[in-house]
């Protein structure tokens, strides 16, 4: 009798069930609540400056940039409050800066790490410099964002920059069979030229697809299914909402980029061996000298760990560490877990580095 | 008021049981479609789709871009090309403006460190200099 009353229950509750189901799938919740002011703008790219909440004099002198990927907005970094990366190392004291790339129109269709990397990265930082008053800075890049950072640093080596933090950066390909993308964009069987004519830039519906399409039992069946089973759990409800406002807010890639992203590097793997060209300049890793520690993520799926543990023996720098975190490719920055072990090992390395 | 404890002091879950035969359903489905989607055959069927919609797509939308550049011009309106070739001009502008800044930021800095940089004379040496006319 105690069971059936139970079934009855729960059978009574599932309209109220689905209508907050349906009200966690649709709804956009606020993220990015951090303050900051924009300090820096050339088209659509912006240079944020977080409004520091410790007297200058226990501030770190040394002033951090956030470099995220081109085709995700940046605010994973910044997803809610007490649950945010740039939170947390505002509270640090660190001067805390944050380039957001925003969204390329069809206008952008030609722009290529290239131009991100020598028109403008150099242009944030030297702002950067000016308003911190540093003529050093670090630089954390994140996935695609890993790869243009170190782009900068390899053909900037003298810029200032001290530390630089590499998460799940993709930068070796030359493990074919270990990346599912690399075996995606083969060109047997993926024309470049020909999607991007169609499309100018890669548009972000379809990096999404092909993002999910990795694990898509997990992102199209199980991802709704964890909500369901805990949805009358605030706390999991609030952070699924937060995270599903970010996975569903995408933005194009630029389509030289794009090609440059298949081309140079799934398929001919030019950054690590040494032979990628920007700009008329050749990208060397060895001229990298500032203290450097890469964050691999061991259940990646996007960027698989194979990709950043070469770096490690290309670059010139003396100080560097691989630090390996279990998790996935966006669940050591903004998981759960995230702010017990990601972040205070990345501010445990970079505070006597900022000094 | 029902007692909602199965016998063995856990909460009382109809559909527990089910929940853990999808569970174990779904786990071994998303690993299969993992190596499903990894594999050549996968690359080749995906790449075979986009390339077909391409292919049947381009007609129809080279179609679509000629006829409306037509349109705009015979209307003497801008058109797509003539906006991308604003914007590139606006981006090398701002360009421009911000490399002005940074030479403005560089002269404030400079005209800010003479003052407190350069060392006045002490003012012994000063009224001696005074003095000597």
């Known amino acids: ?355 | 008021m029902p007692d909602e404890r199965a016998p063995n002091g856990k909460d009382f879950d109809p559909v527990g049981a089910f929940r853990e035969v999808r569970d174990n359903y779904l786990d071994v489905w998303a690993k299969t479609m993992v190596d499903a989607v990894n594999s050549e055959a996968y690359a080749k069927a995906t790449g075979m789709m986009l390339d077909t919609y391409l292919t049947a797509s381009a007609p129809l939308r080279e179609a679509l871009e000629k006829s409306t550049l037509q349109a705009l011009q015979q209307l003497n309106m801008p058109s797509r090309p003539d906006f991308i070739s604003l914007a590139e001009r606006l981006t090398n502008v701002e360009m421009k403006l911000d490399d002005l800044d940074a030479k403005l930021d560089e002269i404030g800095n400079s005209l800010k460190k003479p003052s407190s940089a350069r060392p006045r004379k002490p003012a012994a040496a000063r009224n001696r200099g005074k003095g000597a006319k």
């Open chain 1, 1 to 355: 009798m105690a069971e059936a009353a139970v079934v009855a229950e729960q059978f009574l509750e599932l309209p109220e069930k689905l209508n907050a189901f349906n009200k966690a799938v649709t709804t956009k919740v606020p993220i990015a609540q951090t303050p900051k002011e924009v300090v820096w703008a050339l088209n659509k790219a912006k240079l944020y400056r977080y409004i520091p909440v410790v007297p200058e004099e226990k501030r770190l002198p040394v002033p951090l940039l956030l470099v995220f990927a081109l085709m995700n907005r940046p605010y994973i970094l910044d997803l809610r409050p007490g649950h945010s990366f740039v939170e947390f190392m505002v509270k640090q004291g660190y001067d805390l800066y944050l380039l957001d790339w925003g969204s390329p129109g069809p206008e952008d269709k030609n722009l290529k790490f290239d131009d991100y990397t020598l028109d403008y990265m150099p242009r944030a930082i030297r702002k950067m410099k000016v308003i911190s008053g540093s003529k050093e800075f670090s630089m954390l890049g994140w996935c695609i964002g890993a790869i243009l950072a170190t782009v900068y640093a390899a053909l900037r080596p003298d810029d200032g920059l001290r530390n630089l933090i590499l998460l799940t950066a993709p930068l070796d390909f030359s493990n074919k069979q270990g990346i599912t993308f690399a075996r995606w964009v083969d060109e047997r069987y993926f024309d470049v030229d020909k999607v991007l004519e169609a499309t100018g830039n890669m548009p972000g519906e379809m990096i999404d697809y092909g993002a999910r399409a990795l694990k898509p039992v997990d992102n199209y069946v199980l991802n709704y299914l964890k909500l369901w089973d805990n949805i009358d759990n605030p706390q999991v409800v609030d952070a699924w909402m937060a995270m599903n406002t970010w996975v569903t807010d995408n933005v194009p890639l630029a389509g030289g980029a794009f090609r440059q992203l298949v081309v140079d590097l799934y398929r001919n793997n030019r950054l690590m061996r040494g032979e990628w060209i920007i700009r008329g300049e050749r990208v060397d890793l060895k001229k990298i000298r500032a203290n450097m520690l890469t964050v691999i993520a061991e259940g990646d799926h996007i960027t698989p760990p194979c990709q950043s543990e070469a770096i490690m023996s290309k670059v010139g720098s003396k100080d560097k560490e691989l630090f390996r975190v279990r998790g996935g490719h966006i669940g050591i920055m903004a998981g759960s877990g995230a702010d017990k072990i990601t972040w205070p090992h990345i501010e445990g390395w970079l505070r006597p580095r900022s000094k």
